[in-house]
């Protein structure tokens, strides 16, 4: 089975930094990729890992530990704009299936 | 406008009805993606086509859901003999294939069962 595990909510304050877990178990692995989603619409893709290790991007960094099943998505320098869900998938073994997470959802407040 | 398009964007139907969704991936995509997402949940995998062939079907589709991508190009999704259950965003999205995965996501249409 695949089981993808994130907080379900967070806050932080505008300007702060901010590290949303994912942690995972699935029966394959071929890459975890973090999505944007705003209320309403479709998801953005913002970052993918397949090696461990920190990937940045601007105010987006992403880390993957695959010997422990564990990534997270860091975003710096908060603005109002980033209230938004985050979205932790893994790519697994058969195919090419995605399977996503339940989401975080992130309040900046001013 | 060279992103996923979907259509419509929103339907209305009674339960036990039929409905069918479209998508257009971006044009060179080879791999396509139907999701479906309720409120506060993430999109739940359906199904993924390579070019015209489907490979891979979740074990949650039910025999009501049907998908097509006829000539490697568009996609459709059927529901058959709606349920209230049915009630979702159907989320389509594509990727170019090869070693870039990254999948570009269309609007949704929002499908209301009443």
């Known amino acids: 089975g695949q089981n993808i595990d994130q907080p379900t909510e967070m806050t932080a304050t505008e300007g702060a930094i901010v590290q949303i877990n994912c942690t995972y178990q699935t029966s394959g692995f071929n890459g975890l990729f973090w999505y944007q989603q705003h209320a309403g619409e479709a998801p953005t893709f913002l970052s993918y890992n397949v090696l461990d290790g920190l990937e940045e991007k601007g105010r987006f960094s992403s880390f993957l530990s695959r010997s422990k099943g564990y990534s997270y998505l860091l975003l710096k320098e908060l603005q109002m704009k980033d209230s938004a869900s985050y979205l932790c998938?893994?790519?697994?073994?058969?195919?090419?299936?995605?399977?996503f997470g339940p989401g975080t959802r992130l309040s900046v407040l001013p | 406008d060279t992103g996923v398009s979907q259509d419509p964007r929103h339907k209305i139907t009674k339960r036990g009805q039929n409905v069918t969704f479209r998508c257009d991936p971006i044009s060179e995509h080879n791999r396509l993606y139907w999701y479906r997402q309720t409120l506060g949940q993430g999109p739940e995998f359906l199904t993924y086509?390579?070019?015209?062939?489907?490979?891979?079907k979740s074990r949650l589709l039910s025999d009501r859901f049907s998908a097509e991508r006829p000539k490697g190009s568009f996609s459709t999704l059927e529901i058959q003999r709606t349920e209230q259950g049915d009630s979702a965003m159907y989320l389509c999205?594509?990727?170019?294939?090869?070693?870039?995965?990254?999948?570009?996501f269309g609007p949704g249409t929002r499908l209301t069962v009443l």
């Open positions: 086509f390579q070019n015209e062939a489907q490979l891979e």
């Open positions: 998938a893994v790519m697994g073994n058969y195919g090419q299936n995605f399977v």
């Open positions: 999205a594509s990727s170019l294939g090869g070693s870039n995965n990254e999948q570009f």
